[in-house]
């Protein structure tokens, strides 16, 4: 986790299979109070993240993903572990059916406007003519991009291993 940064990324980058933590993504949006925060879990396997889970705590979603399982989408996860917490069964699946149609959706961050990501916007445009732009805190931009309900996430900003390591094998295991 961003804690444990004390172990020098020349022994870290060794480790075959670690677990990668990170107890609060989006402290700003903690401090803001618009509950967009989330816990991010990665298992890391041979350099490569093959398990990812994004608990979101003010609206009770959990995104998580798994080998052989796809992508899924908990809600009112609290409540259903209640009841018995079943893998195989949990939730809904990755990408979500297509609703309505929509224009081209690109999901930014509200905090981090910069001219590359303008630029990507621009091009989309050009390319796919409107273009919708959402804003999310940070690992809920990667939720949507799951869902189905965002086409894109420009990254455009550098993040460290622990800020992004739920992500990808989220939104792999999804199609997206």
Same mark, same amino acid.
């Given at each position: 986790?961003?804690?444990?940064?004390?172990?020098?990324?020349?022994?870290?980058?060794?480790?075959?299979?670690?677990?990668?933590?990170?107890?609060?993504?989006?402290?700003?949006?903690?401090?803001?109070?618009?509950?967009?925060?989330?816990?991010?879990?990665?298992?890391?396997?041979?350099?490569?993240?093959?398990?990812?889970?994004?608990?979101?705590?003010?609206?009770?979603?959990?995104?998580?993903?798994?080998?052989?399982?796809?992508?899924?989408? =908990?809600?009112?996860?609290?409540?259903?572990?209640?009841?018995?917490?079943?893998?195989?069964?949990?939730?809904?699946? =990755?990408?979500?059916?297509?609703?309505?149609?929509?224009?081209?959706?690109?999901?930014?961050?509200?905090?981090?406007?910069?001219?590359?990501?303008?630029?990507?916007?621009?091009?989309?445009?050009? $390319?796919?003519?409107?273009?919708?732009?959402?804003?999310?805190?940070?690992?809920?931009?990667?939720?949507?991009?799951?869902?189905? $309900?965002?086409?894109?996430?420009?990254?455009?900003?550098?993040?460290?291993?622990?800020?992004?390591?739920? $992500?990808?094998?989220?939104?792999?295991?999804?199609?997206?």
């Amino acid at each position: 986790s961003e804690e444990g940064r004390a172990v020098p990324y020349a022994e870290r980058r060794a480790w075959k299979r670690f677990w990668l933590v990170d107890p609060l993504d989006g402290t700003k949006e903690f401090i803001h109070r618009n509950g967009e925060f989330t816990v991010n879990i990665a298992l890391v396997a041979d350099r490569r993240p093959v398990l990812g889970v994004i608990y979101v705590p003010v609206a009770d979603r959990l995104y998580w993903a798994a080998p052989g399982m796809g992508a899924r989408l =908990l809600e009112e996860c609290r409540r259903a572990s209640a009841l018995g917490f079943d893998p195989a069964a949990a939730g809904r699946r =990755l990408p979500l059916p297509p609703g309505d149609p929509r224009p081209y959706t690109v999901v930014g961050s509200r905090r981090h406007g910069a001219p590359r990501l303008e630029a990507f916007i621009e091009e989309a445009r050009r $390319r796919r003519g409107e273009v919708e732009v959402m804003t999310a805190g940070r690992a809920l931009k990667f939720g949507l991009v799951a869902e189905g $309900r965002a086409d894109a996430y420009p990254r455009t900003r550098p993040t460290l291993d622990w800020d992004t390591a739920a $992500r990808p094998a989220l939104a792999q295991a999804a199609g997206r």
